[in-house]
């Protein structure tokens, strides 16, 4: 079992998103088992490294990105009863963006809590498991349009053996259900809009 590493952001490098529990490759959204209470962190996919799973998890490029210190006052509220993700200014001039969602389904809940933009991916790659066995991957899917991951990968939990993040989809006709591994989906214009106005360390707020 590999041991975390540091928050990052990812530029053609392997991300893997159910777990540290498989090695260097792609990622995938996803807890490595059901959880009942996913919080205490989130059940998902895990981040860094490669993603597995029947969802996705990210492998793409690194980008380090520090933003203005204006941009530290963004922050992503997700209210999970809305399907619904906002993108809020620290301005009270700008009025907040608002973009349909999926969440985790019964039994891979999206994690309720406060948490912090943890790892930034561009065109994440993908490493489908076996959800019996999570080390197992049973293919990888590169970037391109079938990418599970779509063209964004941000993570913000993670726990012992997942990590969770907002990333695109390439089936936005999902979106406004409760379908995912504990990950939340986007458009993939939607995601790009939110990567590139969020940095390490913005605030994620996930409500109920």
Known sequence: MRQRPPPMFRRGAAFVAIAFLAGSGPSACGVAGPSPDH???DPG???PGAASGSEPGPRGQDVGKTGPQDRKLTQLVLRL???RLYLIDG???TPAESFPIAIGKEGWETPVG???VEEMVVNPEFNKVD????TRVLKVIPPGPTNPL???WIGFAHGDGWTVGIHGTPNPELLGRAVSHGCIRMRNADVIRVYDRVELG??????N
């Open 81 to 83: 009863g809305e399907r």
């Open 150 to 152: 779509g063209q964004r």
């Open 91 to 93: 301005d009270p001039g």
């Open 114 to 116: 406060q948490y912090q």
């Open 131 to 134: 959800w019996a066995v999570p």
């Open 202 to 207: 913005t605030p994620v707020i996930v409500e």
């Open 39 to 41: 919080h205490r962190d």
């Open 45 to 47: 996919s895990r981040a």
